[in-house]
DNA sequence: GGTCTTAATGCAAGTCCTCGCACTAAGATC
DNA sequence: GATCTTAGTGCGAGGACTTGCATTAAGACC
């Protein structure tokens, strides 16, 4: 059983004129392997367990051309480090509490509205998978609001 | 002609058991200065015009500081810098575009059906002008379309 | 298989912060 | 106004990227 798809990215790597080097695969399979989110160091520690000289800026480099390519995505969650998964996954919001740090997952028709109207009235269309969200989740209201 | 509520603030700061020092006044005057969004490297540039031996990491912890007294506030436009504010203007929500980079402000209240439905259904109290919502603006969706 | 073009890599330096720590100075108390 | 406690400062180091540049190596063409 072939990696996912692996001849497949090649030749839609280079029928864009870009190239599958060793690290890029290497970046493509780590990204498959974790399925949940992951950051680029994560994917780079993994990599160099089998690849010691990989640098970090490769990684960022690859992971964005991934991206570019629709076969990665990222997502910004607590303001500081990005999120990098696969662009398979089903995509989803995300709330994050600025109070106890937590992060909760929103299936996007749930922010449907919210693009309806962006695009109503704003003829804006929101990647609502791009940030997460911040603000107060219900536990943390409940203790604030003096339990 | 009093800077504003200047004396308040210090009082306030006390009252929590924080001080007034020099760099603070000063942070917070560059904020008063600045009606509109800034950074805080924008701010230390301000500051260092008068005073130039403050450190960068004392602008940003101020700015901090300031924000727990609810005199600032911060939001992440473009996934890079932060940008500051002071607390009394208008809130409202950022779409920014990921092809041009433009950015438009929108009424909070256009955000109300998101925040119904996230406060409905996930007990989550959303503060939606923390975070720009990333997306393709209109004129760039038109470009892309092929126009 | 050798040549050649240029995408991609590795390295070093830079940006925007954040954090730990020794020192300084607010401001409360005498 | 001297003393004392401790919040706040500056400095250095570190983290998460980003960028410029010389070098390497995909992969297209012979």
């Not at 280079?14 to 392997?33: D, H, N, P, S, Y």
């Not at 937590?102 to 269309?125: I, K």
Request: with cysteine; glycine share 8%; hydrophobic share 35%.
């Amino acid at each position: 059983m072939p990696e996912s798809g692996d001849v497949d990215v090649g030749r839609e790597l280079r029928a864009r004129g870009k190239r599958m080097t060793v690290q890029r695969r290497l970046v493509l399979e780590a990204l498959e392997r974790t399925s949940h989110h992951t950051t680029a160091d994560e994917v780079a520690r993994q990599i160099r367990e089998r690849y010691p000289q990989i640098d970090p800026s490769t990684v960022y480099r690859n992971l964005e051309a991934l991206e570019e390519l629709g076969l990665a995505t990222h997502t910004h969650l607590n303001d500081r480090v990005t999120r990098w998964h696969r662009a398979d996954l089903e995509r989803h919001g995300h709330l994050v509490c600025r109070v106890c740090g937590g992060e909760q997952e929103v299936p996007l028709r749930a922010l449907d509205p919210l693009d309806a109207v962006l695009r109503a009235e704003h003829g804006f269309a929101a990647d609502l998978a791009h940030s997460a969200l911040v603000g107060i989740c219900a536990s943390c209201a409940r203790v604030s609001a003096g339990g």
